[in-house]
């Protein structure tokens, strides 16, 4: 498995058990309850994310029925396996294409370039599109990598902003695989995501905001990396 590491396993969101699994999902349940009633989203955090969205328009239930789930069950009548992502631990919610506006901070990694970063990396979104890539030299290569691989729809905001639910995940590890689950962190994407399928992209590039604050209409979901409903 792609970044699978020893650190991961012995002292990171691999410890988590059969009952901090059960809690992960409880968590993403009330999270998901609070989304499937909510129209409007704001992110921000102390880094200078601040970007609103529309998250409407999906199937009643959806986000608490998806998130409410133990991962990698077998469904009794279909008897297929679910689905889930490891370490365990994130609740992602998806924009509507073109509803984005604002800035995201990415402030700890990045898919591309990966590991410690020297400066955050500032998108600038305006109608659900990137529109500046602002910083240093991360910043150089994030737009560098979009240029060179992706195509017009990577720089779309159709990908998931996630907050991170995994408590044994630990802080600094610079490591996506680890980073994304990491409680109180969000990892915002650009490109296409996977619950609306109308963005469809070459490249799915995501990074991570630190300790995000969120609020789905008037309820906040999360305070400086505290998860409060």
Not at 103 to 122: F, L, M
Not at 199 to 211: A, F, M, P, Q, T
Request: with cysteine.
């Amino acid at each position: 498995m792609r970044m699978l590491t020893v650190e991961i396993l012995t002292e990171g969101g691999g410890r988590a058990r059969a009952d901090d699994i059960e809690e992960i999902v409880d968590i993403g349940r009330r999270i998901g309850e609070v989304y499937d009633k909510a129209k409007n989203i704001h992110i921000t955090s102390k880094g200078g994310t601040d970007i609103t969205a529309d998250i409407s328009g999906m199937p009643p239930g959806y986000h608490s029925n998806r998130r409410g789930q133990i991962p990698f069950t077998r469904n009794p009548e279909t008897g297929r396996l679910g689905g889930g992502t490891w370490p365990f631990g994130e609740v992602h919610v998806e924009p509507k294409p073109g509803t984005a506006n604002g800035v995201v901070v990415w402030d700890v990694t990045a898919h591309y370039p990966a590991g410690r970063w020297e400066e955050p990396v500032a998108l600038t979104i305006k109608d659900g599109r990137v529109t500046a890539i602002d910083g240093g030299t991360e910043a150089k290569e994030v737009r560098r990598y979009l240029e060179t691989y992706g195509d017009e729809s990577s720089w779309l905001v159709g990908g998931e902003m996630a907050i991170g639910t995994n408590r044994f995940c630990q802080p600094n590890t610079f490591m996506m695989r680890s980073e994304k689950k990491r409680y109180g962190q969000m990892h915002f994407g650009i490109g296409h995501g996977s619950d609306r399928g109308i963005v469809k992209s070459v490249l799915r590039h995501e990074g991570i905001v630190d300790r995000v604050t969120v609020v789905a209409d008037d309820t906040v979901v999360c305070d400086n990396g505290e998860i409060v409903v």
